[in-house]
């Protein structure tokens, strides 16, 4: 998304770049409220982008040709303009998913707002994975990676296109044109190997904020047309606007998208553009309309706020029909886009972008990042307990360190993260130190014969240096067993000569391929059943963990807890949260249901001796 560049007080105003920006917001959020209405209609990014290039280029332009840029100055409107209304949407987004939210999607918001603020969204979401996979009521954050786009090359901008003024004037629109093509070309060769790459960097963005940049290079040096000029460009402009018609219905999502489909908008938009000095015509007069343009000098604030809603409403309410969810996200996303625009955007513009308030600008951007960036840091990882291979060698994560009453260390892969929060609130609550050894696609078992794995070794190395009273050891058992049944022995052999007790947890039930919020709001409802060779090759697994049941280990069998009374897999508690996070990994909430299990277990564990010879001295 591109957010409209306020003109400086010299430039003429062109209602119909409103009208443009009114286009491809709708478009935008045409798409996103049902794709099926214009399957196309993401393109609107690609519009906006266009509109940023002319736009910033004959503003840079006319204050090179004046003597009058300033970076100072330059920053300053791009404060005033983006950041009210951008930390706005951001701060009431993250509270609105602190009370909707699983603890894991939180976790991913605050990392979400981190990156955001920074700048590095696009960057965020290219590791993620693609966009038109993302789930997207659990990504609130996710059109956020347009701004980054556009913020980077802002940094970047101004001073080369002053350069080009300066050094070489009479070349520089060849210049930005090769640029362009450079860009072009890398993003139709990238698209066809990694397509997410090509969706989210700057260089392969690039060339259609230049096309634009190019259009006003072109315009700014182009005499007024005669009366057979005038109906050219207005031709031109008619047939534009045409093409990007043509895109928002033709162009689909997927991987072969931004690459050659790009163009297509791009050249529409370059069309409409051009028309520039005597602005005329059929297209000029539609999008200079009055409700176009008002909807386009509100794009900024529609942009950013009908996502989070449309995310937000769709996650809690995934059981209410269409029509409700509906009109409740066009009745929040108007409501908010209009209190935003005039409370907050306008007001907002016009107080920071005064001379005088420069240093206020400046502060204002320092204070909201100083906040934003570790609040995120700080929700995620108070949501979610994961450890990274390179903490492992420390101790992991520690919590209550100062803890009394003995230890604890939670290891295992991503299944045991799941019980992160629940480790970290029993340990608390028992006054024992806490070790998150636990890491996401990690392998924390031994293998029966040959090398080790990594996380094996460094794990094996935390407990025997800890020697907790208990290990809680999670993993997705018939992923980890399949293919070397021996090697959990094999492990917990060597784990029982350092922990006190050992408690493993059993894998809960997979859920079909349907039962998903994105299927229930299509009209999937349980009971839902797994898939009877997933179930049978998950209850032998679990029935290799719990035959290690004995002396100082103990099992869990979570399966009861999942299982409701028509045989089906539990899918919320009764408060209406869900308890699984995906189809094999539980939710906070769901982990919260094995809580009181695993307390009582421990509360009521026998004193057993280590077998260890150099046992702490408290712990005798």
């Keep these: 998304m591109v957010a409209s560049v306020s003109p400086v007080p010299t430039a003429q105003y062109r209602p119909a770049i409103d009208g443009l920006r009114a286009v491809a917001v709708l478009a935008v959020f045409i798409f996103h409220l049902n794709h099926r209405w214009l399957p196309g209609g993401f393109v609107g990014v690609d519009v906006f982008f266009v509109i940023s290039g002319y736009l910033i280029t004959s503003?840079?332009?006319?204050?090179?040709?004046?003597?009058?840029?300033?970076l100072g100055k330059f920053c300053q409107r791009r404060i005033a303009r983006l950041f009210p209304a951008f930390f706005a949407v951001a701060f009431t987004t993250?509270?609105?998913?602190?009370?909707?939210?699983?603890?894991?999607?939180?976790?991913?918001?605050?990392?979400?707002?981190?990156?955001?603020?920074?700048?590095?969204?696009?960057?965020?979401?290219?590791?993620?994975?693609?966009?038109?996979?993302?789930s997207p009521d659990a990504q609130?954050?996710?059109h956020y990676w347009s701004l980054s786009v556009e913020e980077q090359f802002y940094m970047l901008f101004p001073i080369t296109l002053l350069l080009l003024y300066l050094k070489t004037n009479k070349y520089k629109t060849v210049i930005l044109a090769f640029l362009c093509g450079a860009s072009l070309l890398g993003c139709i060769a990238l698209t066809h190997t990694k397509p997410t790459w090509a969706f989210f960097l700057l260089p392969t963005r690039a060339w259609e904020l230049l096309a634009g940049s190019i259009v006003a290079n072109?315009?700014?040096?182009?005499?007024?047309?005669?009366?057979?000029?005038?109906?050219?460009?207005?031709?031109?402009?008619?047939?534009?606007?045409?093409?990007?018609?043509?895109?928002?219905?033709?162009?689909?999502?997927?991987?072969?998208?931004?690459?050659y489909l790009a163009i297509l908008p791009v050249l529409g938009t370059v069309g409409v553009l051009g028309l520039g000095k005597g602005s005329s015509g059929l297209s000029e007069w539609l999008l200079s309309r009055r409700p176009m343009a008002l909807i386009g000098r509100m794009s900024y604030s529609l942009y950013l706020w009908h996502w989070p809603v449309f995310s937000l409403v769709d996650y809690r309410l995934y059981l209410a029909s269409p029509p409700v969810r509906t009109g409740l996200k066009l009745a929040l996303s108007l409501a908010a886009t209009a209190l935003s625009f005039f409370l907050i955007e306008k007001p907002g513009r016009v107080f920071l972008n005064h001379p005088r308030n420069r240093p206020i600008a400046f502060a204002f951007l320092g204070c909201a990042l100083l906040f934003s960036v570790p609040l995120g840091i700080g929700v995620r990882k108070a949501n979610y307990v994961n450890a990274e291979m390179r903490d492992i060698r420390g101790g992991g994560l520690v919590f209550n360190e100062a803890g009394k009453n003995g230890s604890m260390v939670l290891m295992g892969d991503s299944n045991g993260s799941v019980y992160g929060k629940v480790a970290t609130i029993g340990a608390?609550?028992?006054?024992?130190?806490?070790?998150?050894?636990?890491?996401?696609?990690?392998?924390?078992?031994?293998?029966?014969?040959?090398?080790?794995?990594?996380?094996?070794?460094?794990?094996?190395?935390?407990?025997?240096?800890?020697r907790p009273d208990f290990l809680l050891l999670v993993c997705a058992w018939q992923d980890k067993l399949k293919d070397d049944k021996g090697r959990l022995g094999t492990g917990i052999r060597e784990l029982k000569k350092y922990a006190r007790h050992i408690i493993l947890i059993t894998q809960p039930p997979e859920l079909p391929e349907l039962a998903n919020r994105e299927a229930m709001r299509n009209g999937s409802r349980p009971p839902f059943r797994e898939d009877s060779a997933e179930r049978a090759a998950r209850l032998e697994s679990n029935a290799l963990v719990k035959g290690l049941q004995g002396g100082n280990v103990r099992v869990i069998d979570i399966g009861p807890l999942f299982t409701t009374d028509d045989g089906?897999?539990?899918?919320?508690?009764?408060?209406?949260?869900?308890?699984?996070?995906?189809?094999?990994?539980?939710?906070?909430?769901?982990?919260?249901?094995?809580?009181?299990?695993?307390?009582?277990?421990m509360a009521n564990a026998p004193r057993v001796a280590s077998t260890a010879p150099d046992e702490h001295p408290d712990r005798q």
Excluded at 107 to 119: D, E, N, Q
Excluded at 230 to 246: D, E, H, P, Q, R
Excluded at 456 to 464: H, I, M, P, T
Excluded at 583 to 591: M, Q, T
């Design 568 to 601: 089906g897999i539990l899918f919320a508690d009764k408060d209406g949260n869900q308890v699984y996070q995906d189809s094999g990994h539980l939710s906070a909430s769901g982990a919260g249901l094995v809580k009181a299990s695993l307390l009582n277990l």
């Design 428 to 466: 608390y609550e028992r006054g024992l130190k806490l070790n998150v050894i636990s890491v996401a696609a990690g392998d924390p078992l031994p293998h029966s014969a040959g090398p080790q794995p990594p996380l094996w070794v460094d794990s094996l190395a935390v407990v025997k240096r800890e």
């Design 59 to 70: 503003i840079l332009l006319r204050e090179y040709e004046h003597n009058s840029f300033r």
């Design 218 to 259: 072109v315009s700014a040096h182009r005499p007024r047309p005669d009366t057979a000029g005038t109906k050219f460009w207005a031709s031109l402009s008619l047939a534009g606007l045409a093409l990007i018609a043509i895109s928002l219905f033709v162009i689909r999502e997927g991987s072969r998208f931004p690459g």
């Design 94 to 134: 993250l509270a609105g998913a602190t009370f909707l939210y699983s603890a894991q999607d939180l976790a991913s918001c605050g990392a979400s707002l981190t990156a955001a603020a920074l700048s590095v969204a696009n960057i965020k979401y290219l590791l993620q994975g693609s966009y038109f996979a993302i």
């Design 140 to 142: 609130p954050f996710v």
